[in-house]
Antibody
């Protein structure tokens, strides 16, 4: 079945970097964009970034632009997210999710049917 | 604006009907997707597109949209529907995706 398996929890000090991963299986890896979404403790969902595994095209949340990089390794069907210059407010569960979309008349819907289980990143001194 | 606005909290009596709304300019060109999230769990897709209920979701969940507003309706709310609900769309700029702030549903 389609699965996104994420790497384990990380604890980092402020100012450090973290790189987490999301390994896809059960489908053709280059067929769907992969998104990263994060959720700080007690807060809502926040979109972080997206990458197209077929050509490396990527987009980032304006708030995080310059501190995050998303990459893909098609040989292992894995997407990586690196966050640099970590701050306490980066403490969150980071989810990866598979993008799907459908067009109905003049409108499109983008949706995430498959999610990873999340990776907890804790930033603390 | 690329933001999506939701009421922070809504309550419903057991067995009654409740509607959760999401408002934003992006919804004029994008059908919202709706997710349910229970504590400690990853979000689960509930409804998407014009009229698509996700696999395994009870038919008491339905969605609609008009103009810049999308709605998720639960007809005959059950105790297990108590959760946080998020709407989601691609921003009209095309370069960002956005989530609503979430609505905490309490079933009384």
């Amino acid at each position: 079945q389609v699965q996104l398996v994420q790497s384990g929890a990380e604890i980092k000090e402020p100012g450090a970097s973290v790189k987490i991963s999301c390994k896809a299986s059960g489908y053709s890896f280059t067929r769907n964009w992969i998104h990263w979404v994060r959720q700080a403790p007690g807060q809502g969902l926040e979109w972080v970034a997206v990458i197209n595994p077929s050509n490396g095209d990527k987009r980032y949340a304006q708030k995080l632009q310059g501190r995050v990089t998303v990459t893909t390794d098609t040989s292992t069907s894995t997407v990586h997210l690196e966050v640099r210059s970590l701050r306490s407010e980066d403490t969150a569960i980071y989810y990866c999710a598979r993008d799907e979309s459908i067009i109905v008349v003049t409108k499109t819907t983008w949706f995430f049917y498959v999610w990873g289980r999340g990776t907890l990143v804790t930033v603390s001194s | 604006s690329s933001e999506l606005t939701q009421d922070p909290a809504v309550s419903v009596a057991l067995g009654q009907t409740v509607t959760i709304t999401c408002q934003g300019d992006s919804l004029r060109t994008c059908y919202a997707a709706w997710y349910q999230q229970s504590p400690g769990q990853a979000p689960v897709l509930v409804f998407f597109g014009h009229n698509n209920r996700a696999s395994g979701i009870p038919d008491r969940f339905s969605g609609s949209s008009s103009g810049d507003t999308a709605s998720l309706t639960i007809t005959g709310a059950q105790a297990e529907d108590e959760a946080d609900y998020y709407c989601h769309c691609r921003a009209s700029s095309g370069n960002q995706w956005v989530f609503g702030g979430g609505t905490k549903l309490t079933v009384l």
